[in-house]
């Protein structure tokens, strides 16, 4: 199935969809706490999305195993936020006993975020889009993974921007949060330009 | 319903038991010579060692970086612990980082408590409640007499108050006996 062109083209346009034209923070508007938290340094801005990516391609997938074989047959259908939460925790808690025994390294440098990405609501957000999209599993796997990368893109640009904004003259009654909503705004705005780049398809 | 509590039942029961099995399959051994080291200091936080706390200085020990004789609070038993557990000479507590005092308590004169909070912000432990111009009060069960309220307090309304020796709070003291060198008796 996979050599079909067809299907190829269509799963590009998933993680193309995802990244720029539904980017998951400039156009659904999730995870905004760990967007403004974490985007003041570039550093710590690669750490949160390269755990995020690999958290939410991870929940996406079980999420979508649970709400396929578990939860539809039994017709269980309101109980999915539920389980979804519980899940996710459970696998944050995972990658991180996981990620400490196998490579302190990366342990190091994702430090607090892991933690940190159980109350990421992009997390729940994405594993209950792909539901209400009508997602396969492998769709799944492309969207979760697409927005994850979108919402590290989005991350390090603004975090680039920031430190840029740290030197500039900003009017005393913008500076700090208010400034970076504005600009939060301004790129959310920046983004609309995408619109519709996923419709060819 | 009896199906969405067995299937809430069933989820928790796979999670738990894989996480419960990633904690013993991954688990990552800390060094077990900075646990015993860190069991022994007395947890005052006090900073006298020349580190910010009792654990830093139990790393530092492990790590050959410090000596074992810089814990006034720890006094003579901790140092001699320290020795035991070690297999180092017992020395005397080294005087550029204090002297032992007996365990006291830190009393705020509430009467003269202006509400600074900057014994709030010294204490190590978090063991003083209160807030900016409220007066400020000592938690005693939390206290561990470092003394780094003292300094701080711009009205000097913080006492140490040492601690008498009740049924709970006394401990064996380690009996020291002299012993004389062999030729002392011969002369």
Known sequence: ?201 | MLTAVLVMALGALVLGAALGYAAVRFRVEGDPLVEKIDAILPQTQCGQCGFPGCKPYAQAIAKGEADINQCPPGGEEGIRKLADLLGREVKPLSAEHGVEKAKSLAVIDENLCIGCTLCIQACPVDAIVGAAKQMHTIIAAQCTGCELCVPPCPVNCIDMQPIAETVETWKWKYPVVDIRPATARAA
Request: aromatic share 10%; charged share 10%; proline share 4%.
């Open chain 1, 1 to 201: 199935m996979p050599q079909d062109p067809h299907t190829m083209t269509s799963y590009l346009f998933i993680v193309l969809g995802a990244v720029l034209v539904n980017n998951v923070v400039f156009v659904r508007i999730l995870g905004l706490c760990p967007f403004m938290g974490v985007s003041k340094k570039l550093e710590t801005a690669f750490g949160m999305g390269a755990a995020t990516t690999f958290v939410l391609t991870m929940a996406c997938g079980a999420s979508f195993i649970i709400d396929r074989w578990l939860l539809a047959p039994n017709h269980l259908e309101y109980l999915r936020t539920l389980s979804f939460i519980v899940t996710i925790a459970a696998i944050v808690q995972l990658t991180e006993l996981i990620i400490q025994k196998t490579s302190p390294l990366l342990h190091q440098v994702l430090g607090i975020y892991l933690p940190l990405i159980t109350t990421n609501c992009a997390v729940l957000g994405v594993p209950l889009l792909n539901v209400g999209l009508k997602h396969n599993f492998v769709e799944s796997l492309l969207f979760g993974f697409g927005s994850a990368v979108g919402f590290t893109f989005a991350l390090i640009l603004f975090a680039g921007i920031r430190e840029r904004m740290e030197g500039a003259d900003v009017p005393q009654h913008f500076r700090g949060t208010a400034i970076a909503l504005i600009t939060a705004g301004l790129m959310s705005l920046a983004f609309m330009g995408f619109a519709g780049l996923d419709k060819y398809k």
